[in-house]
């Protein structure tokens, strides 16, 4: 949909005023309030096609580095600002860039609830139109900048038969003025004219990505450091640092404050004299729902959108152990259990048997197996493993698929200290952390298929992992990463078609297949892997910058590919780390990448 702009920054409304402070500029659904038109199947169908739509001068500012970010924003544009002078900045720099052309073509773009009484039914993001601006910059930086416009020849939209009459009555209704930022520049024009559609790019880029609405209501006194440490989020969002499902999940929630922030506006306006029991009720139910997921999005950001959750509380499970008696028991999931399915285990051995593996799971003590047979499962408990127990399945792992639930926040996490699994095949689907996270202790892979979604196998500092003849594919990051102080054996595995985001100007895009990062050292040793179609380097050495002099502070000085080696050579050294009979067939086999 088009840029609301930052009428969704509205300073915060308190509960038991019906009064609501904008800040600028007001948005599509702020003129006069016009009724909606019916559907379009309603109207004559004799009325002329409306042309196309004339190509728009393209954002530029996805390309541009966060660097060159943090210097537009930071250093020029909101040098020395206060949050609550953040709207009169953005205003003071788009009105110097006003000043250029007073007359020009632009698509109109806004809400098709402007138009339509039911726009869920019409599938489209926004509704276009060509339109001629007239922009006559007011004396003052902080009023709201709006454009005066009227419908331009030929009649264009993205919609071939809107009726030209709707368009009309739409703009009388709005005194023909709209928010500068629902305007964007048709390409063909002088350059005062692409300077403009630069201009408004950026100021829809703050309030879209940068501004937040609690902003003004904030004591910030560095908020550039602020606005900075958002440019950052956004860039590790972009480039898959941060994983795409996190990423996903922080932009919907932040979507959701904002329609949240309007709807509370909207009711307390529509509340004309003093509010009722019921309406002040619900007016601070509004408000309080509001300051929760507000204070969820500040912990987020606060946090960078950590890798590894909890995004949202967790439950942790205490540590059972082993039963009184000593005796391990064997739970069997499969729906239904025959003689022959169990005609290998010894008769000493003690069966339970379930059909699902969510219950086998939360009745085991440590020492106890869980032997998996054919089929599909979903498993809640596989995110609380705490206990020393193998996972089995019976039979190869292509037949026993275990798929993750997509609205919880891990799939695969252990604190156990020492966990197996054999012939599975672990499938994430909209799970945000890895699709296996070590937090503690000792986890084992044999023989497994680890099909990703978000992040790889994550290690955490201090637990270990071993990978034996399995194959980890898809994920959004590198397929493993070890963190400081984790330690990891791989052997006999494939690792391809992993860090499968789009990159940018980060190292992080580099990542590949296995991601290491250095301080305190973490162990790894690999033997007989395949590494291949990975997008980046097979293995990755994440070294801290002021880090190079204890590696070798030779790579400050020279370029030499040999010198490079030789601190490669050393830093693998240090690391423990063990590479045999390993084939890389990534392009980019092993690199340093300083952080």
Not at 67 to 86: N, P
Not at 125 to 151: N, R
Request: charged share 25%; net charge negative; proline share 5%.
């Amino acid at each position: 949909m088009a840029s609301s702009g930052p009428e969704e920054g509205a300073a915060e409304v308190e509960p038991g005023s019906s009064e609501s402070s904008r800040s600028w500029p007001a948005g599509p659904s702020s003129g006069a309030g016009p009724s909606r038109r019916p559907l379009l199947s309603s109207q004559g169908e004799e009325e002329a096609e409306a042309d196309p739509l004339p190509a728009q001068y393209p954002s530029h500012l996805g390309a541009v580095p966060g660097r060159d970010k943090v210097a537009l924003y930071c250093d020029r544009l909101l040098r020395g600002c206060r949050a609550e002078d953040a709207n009169e900045a953005m205003s003071k720099y788009l009105l110097e860039k006003l000043k250029l052309k007073e007359k020009w073509l632009g698509v109109w773009k806004t809400n098709p609830e402007l138009f339509f009484i039911s726009s869920e039914d019409i599938l489209i993001p926004f509704v276009g139109i060509l339109v001629e601006v007239s922009c006559k910059p007011s004396q003052s930086t902080s009023s709201h900048l709006k454009a005066s416009i009227s419908v331009a020849e030929p009649f264009s939209s993205n919609i071939a038969n809107i009726p030209r009459e709707l368009v009309d009555n739409v703009l009388e209704e709005l005194d023909h003025s709209v928010p500068l930022l629902e305007i964007y520049p048709v390409e063909g024009q002088d350059m005062e004219i692409f300077d403009i559609a630069q201009a408004l790019d950026v100021v829809r880029f703050f309030y879209d990505f940068l501004w937040r609405d609690w902003d003004e209501d904030e004591s910030c006194e560095t908020y550039v450091a602020l606005v900075e440490e958002r440019i950052k989020l956004w860039c590790d969002i972009e480039n898959g640092t941060i994983p795409v499902p996190i990423g996903q999940r922080f932009r919907k929630n932040l979507e959701k404050y904002k329609k949240m922030h309007l709807e509370l506006i909207q009711y307390q306006s529509n509340i004309k004299e003093e509010p009722t029991a019921e309406e002040a009720v619900e007016c601070w139910k509004k408000y309080y729902e509001l300051v929760m997921l507000c204070g969820l999005l500040k912990i987020w950001e606060d946090l960078r959108l950590r890798a590894h959750g909890p995004l949202t509380p967790r439950i942790l499970r205490r540590r059972r152990g082993h039963r009184d008696d000593g005796k391990a028991v064997t739970h069997i999931v499969a729906k239904t259990m025959t003689a022959e399915m169990v005609k290998d285990f010894s008769v000493d051995t003690l069966l339970q048997q379930h059909d699902n593996l969510n219950m086998a799971l939360d009745s085991c003590y440590s020492g106890d197996n869980v032997v998996i047979f054919p089929g599909e499962y979903k498993a809640l408990n596989l995110s609380m493993l705490t206990e020393d127990i193998i996972i089995q399945g019976a039979g190869k792992p292509e037949e026993i698929v275990i798929v993750s639930e997509p609205t919880h926040e891990s799939f695969v996490v252990s604190k156990a200290q020492n966990v197996k699994l054999m012939h599975l095949t672990l499938v994430q689907q909209g799970t945000v952390d890895g699709i296996v996270v070590v937090e503690s202790g000792h986890m084992t892979f044999v023989n497994c298929i680890l099909k990703c979604e978000g992040t790889g196998v994550c290690v955490l500092t201090g637990a270990s992992l071993t990978i034996t003849n399995s194959e980890i594919t898809g994920a959004q990051g590198a397929g493993v990463e070890l963190h400081p102080g984790s330690t990891a054996i791989l052997e006999g595995n494939k690792i391809h078609h992993c860090n499968n985001f789009k990159t940018s100007e980060s190292s992080q895009g580099a990542l590949g297949g296995i991601n290491i990062k250095v301080v305190p050292v973490p162990k790894l040793k690999m033997k007989n892997n395949h590494i291949y179609s990975n997008n980046g380097y097979g293995v990755t050495i994440l070294q801290p910058t002021d880090q190079l002099s204890a590696t070798g502070g030779i790579l400050e000085f020279t370029a030499s590919g040999d010198a490079e080696e030789d601190i490669l050579s050393k830093l693998m050294h240090e690391l423990s780390l063990e590479m045999s009979s390993n084939t890389l067939d990534d392009i980019k086999g092993l690199s340093i990448v300083h952080s």
